[in-house]
């Protein structure tokens, strides 16, 4: 009996001088660390606003300043910001790559670029966009009008997404072009083409767009946004490869369906509070901390199975834990793509959705699967190789994170 606790007493104090350690090896090392060590642009956020009239078709495409840099240089002084100088003397270029990769179409044709009207760098706090402002000639209501961007794609290191808002009349609708889901079209009604403007009027500032009064919020603009939002959520689960190896590390421990059920909930209940905190501004937390903390969460649960012959009571409290620290690392891309206000609550609970979809099916997929392999012998080898490898690979996220 006495032996018996003391190897539990032992178990517990590797689990914590781990956990210590590690953690106290952050605190120290991450806020010293070049801001560029860490400011590595993992998300590109793109907004662009088409509007429609009689007589013309106005496209606004605003990027992110980083994005900028990568697309068309210019940061001669390597600040990761650029002056007006700098600006000015890479916007031909920045207009080339913008003009190959985001395409409008009406009826089938290619529209060219010429007519760009503006191009300008609006700096506002930390954050910086160039916008450029295109105008194409009018629809027709019986021709397909379509978008189609192409930018970021085959990078594997960037997650490019371009949030689209269609103005058309007193309606307009929104989809968030990403991954696979590169292209937009519509084709206006005989009635929603009779109900154009026959001018457009000027272009509002970027904090009165936020304003809902500018046009009706249909059914079907709802629709459209929650479904692209939501398979937003869908792919970015399914490429966030830390936080599924995390979720594969929690669950392949021998263990009940209570406590397997429980070791879910904690993680989702966890993820969804921060990921709403974060995306709505009331908590922040540097990128520079988050991301190596998740790869420390991987090794952590990793450790927890080796150690460990059976799941215990509370396991789910460090489950938790880290799940508020895997939200503020889905929060991440939303969060930059500074959704506007009265489209963000939508935004936000699509997003939300489609991740715990996957989630939750992948819970689901691998229950059954566990439960057969656990009633074998290799059993307890299965659980040490699988956590070993997670161990290495989250070990290894977690020096790339603080030291690459």
């Known amino acids: ?12 104090k590797m689990r914590l001088f781990l ?29 662009t606003t088409l509007e429609f009239s009689k007589s013309n078709t106005r496209m606004v495409y605003s990027i992110d300043e980083l994005s900028v840099i990568e697309l068309a240089g210019g940061d001669v002084d390597r600040n990761g910001m650029l002056d007006e100088r700098e600006f000015d003397a890479v916007k031909e270029t920045l207009v080339g790559v913008l003009q190959e990769h985001v395409v409008l179409r009406i009826g089938g044709s290619p529209q060219d670029w010429a007519g760009v009207e503006n191009i300008e760098l609006e700096r506002k706090g930390s954050a910086t966009q160039a916008h450029v402002t295109v105008i194409f000639p009018p629809i027709a209501g019986d021709l397909t009008v379509s978008l189609n961007d192409t ?12 949030l689209l808002t269609v103005r058309y009349g007193e309606k307009y609708s929104t989809a968030a072009l990403s991954e696979s889901h590169r292209t937009w079209l519509i084709r206006l009604a005989e009635e929603e083409y009779a109900a154009l403007p ?32 939501f398979l937003l959520g869908v792919e970015h689960i399914l490429g966030g490869y830390d936080h599924l190896l995390f979720l594969f590390t929690i669950l392949i421990l021998r263990q009940s369906f209570k406590q397997y059920a429980i070791a879910i909930s904690a993680f989702t209940v966890a993820h969804c509070t921060t990921l709403v905190l974060t995306v709505l501004g009331l908590l922040e937390v540097s990128p520079r901390l988050v991301e ?98 997670a161990l290495i690979l989250g070990g290894l996220w977690l020096i790339e994170r603080i030291w690459v």
Request: with cysteine; charged share 20%; glycine share 6%.
């Open 1 to 12: 009996m006495e032996g018996a606790i003391e190897k539990l007493q032992i178990r517990r």
């Open 151 to 162: 930018l970021y794609v085959g990078d594997p290191n960037t997650r490019y997404v371009n």
């Open 19 to 47: 956990f210590g350690t590690v953690f106290a090896l952050l605190s120290v090392i991450v806020p010293v660390l070049p801001a560029d060590r860490m400011a590595a642009h993992p998300f590109s956020a793109a907004y």
């Open 292 to 389: 190596p903390l998740i790869a420390l969460s991987i090794c952590y649960v990793a450790v927890d199975n080796l150690v460990r012959k059976k799941t215990s009571a509370n396991r789910w409290l460090p489950i938790f834990f880290f799940g508020l620290i895997h939200g503020m690392g889905f929060a991440d891309l939303l969060k930059e793509m500074q959704i506007p206000k009265n489209e963000l609550a939508l935004a936000l609970f699509s997003f939300n959705i489609g991740i715990e979809v996957i989630q939750l099916a992948i819970a689901a997929a691998m229950w059954p699967v566990l439960t057969f392999l656990h009633r074998r012998k290799f059993s307890p080898q299965m659980v040490t190789a699988g956590s070993a490898i």
């Open 198 to 229: 026959d001018v457009l009027e000027p272009r509002l500032e970027p904090e009165k767009e936020d304003d809902p009064v500018n046009g009706t919020f249909m059914p079907e603009s709802v629709t459209s946004g929650a479904w692209s939002f």
